[in-house]
């Protein structure tokens, strides 16, 4: 299969106008930019701005008004009932397909790559949730206000009362050593024996990714993901310069590991970066027996493994997973966690246990971003010591799973035949598998158009081995308005079919 060409200057441009809109710089109503003057503006012919115009046309963004000019259309009426219950929750068992959702998904294998932005896919989707009030099916958080921010900004007030200037020497790497302390201490409870010595904190997870990623490899390096993978690692990747090779993934024991030995036997590959616990998208455990042989393989090769662990207290099951951390005797696992999945997004504190390359995460810590702000650590160090963070984790947990299993239930009940869907043990995400014949691009740019937001099967790869796939998020209350959402996308989707 041959690689396709790539996008085509119109449909660039139609799709900056669209995120524009969506952003609110032109209003519903509103007279855009004349073919003439988007014409000189983006410096390119007239000829790419007549097509982009239709482009945007069909996509019902704009309309053509005769002798006017082209305006931007009323954006679609948001379904009703947000803040409304769902009047009954659909009973679980066999779907009308033929088969269990639950049924696991085969892993699929590299393709061609795909000619799609990820990153600014990520971002559009982002900005349509916050700009338009859409559904966010298609978010990559967590819903707010499952989280105790109001507990944690009374922390972090009364620090800023007491400390009327703060000495930026505080702030500086590794970290505040009492949230260092407190989340040693979290280990240690979970039976992980974590030497406090190792934390660095770091602005969220995201930063712990990077870091390790600089740390252990230079740009043109290789470095193995998961197919599919979370698009942050993606972004790190791409961000740092590096090349990616993507090994198959199955939806219930993780990456492939006799896919990686063949790959590490005739590859250079400076890194591997993986999710052993509820990954996202496809939410499964990696069993302890392939955790050992991952770091078996590692040791063999001296092969660094960056380990994104975000979703570790995220668990549906009885007791808190295992970690590659946990098994890892010299140094060669790079730990990376924060609290923005369980207890405040909107802070952003994580840190990374980077074993062996501890010195230089903290170096490059300090050279990126001098120092993680001073008062939310505090005032999640206050929060761990004195409140109450495994009963907040608890009602976190039993919400979540209660969550998945009515999602589940729901799109066994109105998409169409052929959808399986992932069987999560952990995290707020849901990986679906619709008919071959559905494409998720389109069925994005179908739901939003309805005021739904889903993440296509593309943000999940560099290839298009995940075309007819999307991730659902199920954190967010249960209301009249997602169940309609989710009729109305399975709908959005038979028609496809």
């Known amino acids: 299969m041959t690689a396709p060409p790539t996008v085509p200057r119109y449909e660039q441009l139609a799709d900056d106008i669209e995120a524009a809109v969506r952003r609110g710089v032109f209003a519903p109503g509103e007279r855009i930019l004349s073919v ?6 983006h410096g390119v012919s007239i000829k790419t701005v007549v097509h982009a115009y239709a482009l945007l046309e069909s996509r019902g963004v704009i309309e053509s008004r005769p002798q006017s000019g082209f305006f931007v259309k009323a954006r679609p009426v948001v379904l009703e009932g947000r803040n409304a219950r769902s009047a009954h929750a659909p009973q679980g068992g066999k779907s009308r397909h033929g088969r269990a959702a639950k049924a696991p998904m085969e892993p699929v294998h590299n393709a061609a790559p795909a000619s799609v932005d990820v990153s600014r896919l990520v971002l559009s989707t982002l900005r349509s949730i916050v700009a338009q009030d859409a559904v966010p099916l298609g978010s990559p958080y967590p ?8 507990r944690i900004n009374q922390y ?7 400390h009327a200037s703060w000495n930026l020497i505080d702030d500086l790497p590794p970290g505040n050593p009492e949230l260092i302390r407190q989340i040693a201490r979290r280990y240690a409870e979970n039976g992980a024996d974590i030497d406090p010595e190792e934390i660095v904190i770091t602005v969220g997870a995201t930063e712990a990714i990077n870091l390790s990623l600089q740390a252990v490899a230079k740009p043109g390096d290789t470095v193995v993901v998961e197919s599919p993978t979370y698009y942050a690692m993606l972004h790190a990747i791409e961000r740092l310069g590096m090349r ?4 198959s993934t199955h939806p219930e024991t993780g990456i492939d590991l006799d896919a990686l030995e063949r790959v590490l036997a005739r590859k250079k590959v400076a890194a591997c970066m993986v999710m052993p616990n509820f990954q996202n998208p496809l939410g499964f455990r990696m069993p302890d027996a392939h955790m050992l042989r991952l770091v078996a393989l590692a040791e063999a090769h001296d092969l660094p493994v960056i380990e994104n662990d975000v979703y570790q207290e995220l668990y549906f099951g009885p007791t808190r997973p295992s970690s590659l951390k946990q098994f890892d005797t010299r140094g060669l696992v790079l730990h990376c966690a924060s609290f923005s999945k369980s207890l405040s997004a909107s802070y952003r504190i994580g840190w990374a246990l980077p074993g062996r390359y501890r010195a230089q995460v903290e170096k490059l810590k300090f050279l990126n971003t001098l120092t993680t702000p001073s008062v939310p650590q505090v005032a999640l160090a206050d929060y761990l010591r004195h409140d109450g963070y495994d009963r907040h984790l608890r009602r976190l947990r039993r919400f979540y799973r209660q969550q998945a299993r009515l999602m589940r239930a729901m799109i066994e009940r109105f998409f169409p035949a052929g959808t399986r869907t992932s069987d999560p043990q952990g995290g707020y995400v849901l990986w679906v598998e619709l008919p071959p014949r559905v494409d998720s691009m389109r069925l994005y740019r179908a739901a939003l158009a309805q005021g739904i ?13 995940f075309h007819h796939y999307i991730r659902l998020n199920y954190s967010y209350a249960w209301t009249a308005q997602t169940e309609t959402a989710l009729k109305t996308l399975g709908e959005l989707a038979a028609k496809m079919a």
């Open 36 to 41: 003439r003057r988007a014409s000189e503006q």
């Open 143 to 150: 819903d707010p206000a499952l989280f105790p921010w109001r």
């Open 453 to 465: 937001t889903i993440g296509p099967g593309y943000m999940f790869s560099m290839r298009n081995n």
């Open 244 to 247: 990616a090779i993507e090994v």
């Open 156 to 162: 972090a007030n009364a620090i800023a009362r007491r």
